[in-house]
Structure formats: C-alpha cells, structure tokens
C-alpha cells in the first residue's frame, strides 16, 4: 500500500518579513498581494516524492481530480491511499466518483489537525526557505522560487526535509486535563 499526504498551499505576491526591528522607519518594499499562486500537492509518505497541480485562479475538485489521474498514473500495484483534509472541493461527488473508479481510498483527517497532515510541513519548509524574509518584484520570479524550492525537495532539500517529512506526530497519551 502506498499512502500519499495531500494538501493545498495559497502563496500569494506578498512580503513574507522574517523579523524587523529597528529605531527608525524602515520602508520595505512589496508587491500588491493579489496574485496567488496555488499549489496541490501530495508527498508520499514512504519514499518523499513530491507531486504538484499548480494554478493562479483556484484550488477546485477538478484540481483534485488531475491529481488523482497523476497518482494513477504512477502505475503502481499495490493499493493507493490518500490523507487529506476537509476542505469541501474535496468531498463532492465529482472527487467521490473519480476516487472510486480509479480505486484510490481517500481517508480524511479529522477538522481542525493539518498538524496530522504531513504535507503541511512541507509548506512550512517552503515559506521558510524561498519566502520569508526575500522580496520578489515579479510575480513570475516569485512562482519560480516556490516551484524550484518544491522540485528540489528530493535532491538539494532533501537532507533538510529528511527531519522533518517523517511519520513522528504529536501523540497526547498519559495527558491530564485541568477542571480549573
């Protein structure tokens, strides 16, 4: 069985400021903040390898739908599971029926826990890397520094991503809770 991790990015044309401090105004520049770059992504759990579906409008069930005939297309022969959240593009009928004749599981993680999601390190990562703290005036040098970073994942980055792109979640045994 292969399990893949699957979640949607919205890096928007903005400043990403690391951290500024300072005793006199500093004017920073930035672009506008309206153009987005959309990423769907998945990572598969094992092996690391990450695939993408990119836009500049939106992230729709028809985006999850060319990422699961990208995923059945890797022709693999064993099972094909995939974790995802709750986003409602992802559970229509449109997905539900696509899912179904290519006979991959969708399993989807409880509201409110991306921490569950392993993809969504993989998003920190990215912003960290080739966002925060970098200023990017085109829109297209920005889309490629985030598509580079995410190409690079299992080559330049993947000693870096090695730590973090594990199957270690926070567990919550032996915890006790407070009435007061």
């Known amino acids: 069985m292969r399990r893949f991790f699957m979640d949607a990015a919205h890096f928007v044309h903005r400043a990403y400021l690391g951290v500024l401090w300072c005793f ?32 500049e409008s939106y992230i729709n069930a028809e985006s999850i739908c060319l990422m ?37 599981e969708l399993l989807y993680l409880p509201a409110y826990s991306p921490h569950l999601n392993l993809i969504e390190r993989l998003w920190k990562f990215v912003r960290n890397h080739c966002l925060y703290a970098k200023y990017y005036a085109e829109f297209d040098d920005f889309k490629g520094a985030i598509e580079s970073c995410i190409e690079q994942a299992n080559t330049t980055h993947k000693e870096a991503l090695a730590s973090l792109l594990t199957l270690n979640f926070q567990s919550f045994r032996k915890v006790q809770i407070s009435n007061g």
């Open 68 to 104: 699961l005939l990208k995923l059945k297309a890797l022709a693999l022969e064993v099972p094909i599971i995939v974790v995802l959240d709750n986003a409602r593009y992802q559970k229509c009928k449109l997905v539900f029926g696509l899912a179904k004749a290519l006979d991959i």
């Open 24 to 55: 006199t105004r500093v004017f920073i520049a930035s672009p506008s903040g309206r153009k987005r770059f959309n990423v769907l992504g998945v990572v598969n759990a094992v092996t690391k390898e990450v695939i993408t579906v990119t836009n």
